[in-house]
């Protein structure tokens, strides 16, 4: 994604110029933050063809999704209306953030991706992302937001990723009508749907030890509730990538 003239990847107010949902843009963000090298992203191009699903590594440890706005809040309007989530320290099952910069939907996606289950063992010690989670995990959600806000870091890791892709990059006030959701397979054994625009982190359900985030169940009690509303509405302007290690 190439970045306008005198476009930055945040504004003076707060916006961020949306990411592009490619493995190059988010495995170049992950890494820059501190994930290693080994552990990256790859197209998903179909959720029931096991040819294509064969091409990706194993086990994926995240999935990171785009869904249309129209199709998200079909899905979301059947959800049980739940209290804002208000956890914290280490024994939560999953570390959730929530989203006050306009546009990082798409880094709040990453850092759920990178910072929960299996993935999160790939983080380099004394890394951004390690200072970061240290500093984090303590915090209620607002206090949470609040140091993704402030952090220089972030910012700069954004800024380089939102100058890789393949189109140029809107302007950070512009309306964005897709969201980022990130499934993960927790270390409890559970799928957890993690989305910073909602109140908190949803469980899916739990999982066998042999099921991944590709799994057909976690595929089932996933993402599937949107793929089912965007058929019905005949929208599959989806975007999906799996964080794996490579081979």
């Known amino acids: 994604m190439f970045l306008p003239k005198n476009l930055d990847a945040k504004g003076e107010k ?8 490619n493995p190059e843009v988010m495995s170049h963000l992950a890494h820059e933050l ?8 790859y197209d998903v191009y179909s959720i029931d063809d096991p040819d294509l699903l064969a091409c990706i590594p194993r086990p994926a440890y995240a999935l990171l999704a785009i869904v249309p706005a129209k199709i998200y809040w079909k ?17 939560e099952p999953v570390i959730w953030f929530k989203q006050t910069i306009r546009h990082a939907c798409g880094l709040i996606g990453l850092l759920h991706s990178v910072s929960n289950g299996g993935a999160k063992h790939y983080i380099e010690t004394e890394s951004t992302l390690d200072k970061l989670l240290k500093e984090a995990i303590p915090l209620k959600p607002a206090e949470r937001a609040s140091l993704l806000y402030n952090s220089e870091a972030l910012v700069a890791a954004h800024r380089s990723a939102a100058q890789i892709g393949d189109t140029e990059a809107p302007p950070a006030e512009d309306e964005n009508n897709q969201h980022f959701i990130s499934f993960v397979k927790a270390e409890d054994g559970h799928l957890w749907e ?11 359900g739990e999982l066998r030890p042999d099921e991944d985030v590709l799994s057909e169940e976690a595929l089932r009690l996933g993402i599937g509730a949107f793929l089912k509303e965007a058929q019905d509405e005949g929208d599959l302007m989806f975007s999906l990538v799996a964080l794996a290690p490579k081979n």
């Open 14 to 21: 707060g916006f961020f110029v949306p990411l592009e949902n």
């Open 34 to 41: 501190g994930v290693r090298s080994e552990l990256g992203f």
């Open 75 to 91: 899905a979301r309007n059947k959800e049980s209306k739940t209290s804002n989530y208000e956890g914290s320290g280490a024994n």
């Open 194 to 204: 993690l989305e910073g625009g909602w109140n908190g982190p949803l469980d899916r």
